[in-house]
């Protein structure tokens, strides 16, 4: 089986990485010298509930995926020597208002069907666990179980693990088209030449629709921009995931922090702006004041791929033999991407997947 996937960001690369270590040769075709712009510049929580506001069948694949990345991180470290900085010390999601704290409630029910640790707290019991919450914060919803990645770190790791493993990587050769015999495919058309294969895995992110619609095939991609601020020096630490309707404060191992994220209709436009930032900076003044007072040290940008109905494409392209979609991660790719990478090794190898992939088909706006 020649395998070829389009994109390296976490989506791609950890395909490529799947399907090389279940024994196919795999090419991974990248537009730029250095995929998964986007996957770097991530948070990295891998929250299955924190951004989900109901219950959905999407969220048995996100709990799915969530419960892979232990061991997947761990493969990681284990073949590359770089560590992704997997840590599990959970997330406080906090009520800023009496609406949030009526949602968390609700959302306390469905989401403990899950995770039975999950509980409601106090505002002063979260101020507790940690003390750089706002002084208004009334109530919070506490998931010890939630973790987060260092993406940048995730990243290199998935890179160098998929050119240890001898995957063929074309980096600077962006994908022009899917060389198509009758129905079946034979191959990727890049800048460069024609890169031949069985089968081929469209795993470009915000680019995957553009990709897919000379083929017949609806399935949009459109970009969500994400500005995020780096911050070091806090003055108060924080451990855990904050996160409030207004934005989010994810801690890394070496103290600083993230917190995120605009979301914005800038169509490709990857600018870091001074609107973003001032977003970011009225956002943690309800979250956390005194980490006003940190030193900034990055403000990054990414493009999510978000989709209609938020859900990815993951799955058979009909139609055609040999063509899959893994794109339209959205808000979820870094969390989704375990699982992922598990059902397109399944379904290019084996042809089916136990997964519950049913709310991902890539066929749903085509037909
Ligand atoms: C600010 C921000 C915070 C986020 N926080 C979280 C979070 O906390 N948790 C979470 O789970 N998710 C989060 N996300 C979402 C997550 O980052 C994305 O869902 C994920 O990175 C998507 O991965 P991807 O591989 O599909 O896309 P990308 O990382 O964009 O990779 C796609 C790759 O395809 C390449 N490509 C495109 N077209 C072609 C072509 N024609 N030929 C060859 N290559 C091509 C691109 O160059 C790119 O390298 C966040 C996103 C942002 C922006």
Redesign the pocket.
Known sequence: MRAIV???????TAIALELRLRGASVAL????AE?????A???????PFSLTPNDSPAVEFYWQSFQMYPAWVAQLRERTGIDPEWRVNGTIRAALTPADADQLRANSEWIRRYDPSVQLISGAEARRLEPALHPEVSEALWLPNEGWVHTPRLMRALHRAVQVEGVNLYAA???LSVEIRGTQVRGVRTAHGLVQGDAVVI?????AGA?LQPLGVRAPTEPVR???LVLSDLPIPVGRILSTPMGYI?PRADGTAVL??TREQAGYDMRATAEGYAHLTQSLARIAPSLLHATLVGHTV????DTPDHNPYIGVVNGYQGLYAA?G????????APATAQVIADLVLNGSTNLPIAPFDPNRFTR
Do not use: C, D, K
């Not at 510049?41 to 929250?47: L, Y």
């Not at 795993?203 to 680019?207: M, Q």
């Not at 991660?329 to 989704?336: E, N, P, S």
């Open positions: 389009i994109g390296a960001g976490v989506i791609g075709i990248e537009s730029n995929g998964g712009h986007t996957s510049a991530s948070a990295g929580m891998v929250n050769s962006p994908a795993a470009a992110g915000a680019w990709l994400g500005q995020i994810v995120g994220a990414g493009l999510r791929p794109a991660h959205a808000y979820h790719g870094i969390l989704m």
